[in-house]
């Protein structure tokens, strides 16, 4: 059983940093890609980052590009999130997901299909 928690969300004044984590459980995750996700309201959810299995590369959304990292220590099956410079438009409900159909890939996905197992999401609200 796949598991996937994200934490670390919450409310902060713009300009400000939150580090989200994902915890996850149930397969042998480094060999898998992982990716963050964000949903506004009213809006559709949207990519944010993505890291490959070894952690040696990554890509970016360009809206959150030079603010925000993405890296994961595979040890503690661990994703992380790490948001600098936060905007009011950075304010959604941010998702991990896990990319299980591949292992070892070398491609980084930006579709939500391409994603197999989804956390529940942490809130981030970014006040002006």
């Known amino acids: 059983q796949v598991q996937l928690v994200e934490s670390g969300g919450g409310l902060v004044q713009a300009g400000g940093s939150l580090r989200l984590s994902c915890a996850a459980s149930?397969?042998?995750?480094?060999?898998?890609?992982m990716g963050w996700f964000r949903q506004a309201p009213g809006k559709e959810r949207e990519f944010v980052a993505a890291i490959i299995w070894s952690g040696d590369n990554t890509i970016y959304a360009d809206s959150v590009k030079g603010r925000f990292t993405i890296s994961r220590d595979n040890a503690k099956n661990t994703v992380y999130l790490q948001m600098n410079s936060l905007k009011p438009e950075d304010t959604a409900n941010y998702y991990c997901?896990?990319?299980?159909?591949?292992?070892?890939?070398?491609?980084?996905?930006?579709?939500?299909?391409?994603?197999?197992?989804w956390g529940q999401g942490t809130q981030v609200t970014v006040s002006s």
């Open positions: 997901a896990v990319d299980v159909s591949r292992s070892f890939s070398y491609t980084l996905p930006r579709r939500l299909g391409d994603y197999d197992y």
């Open positions: 149930g397969r042998t995750f480094s060999r898998y890609n």
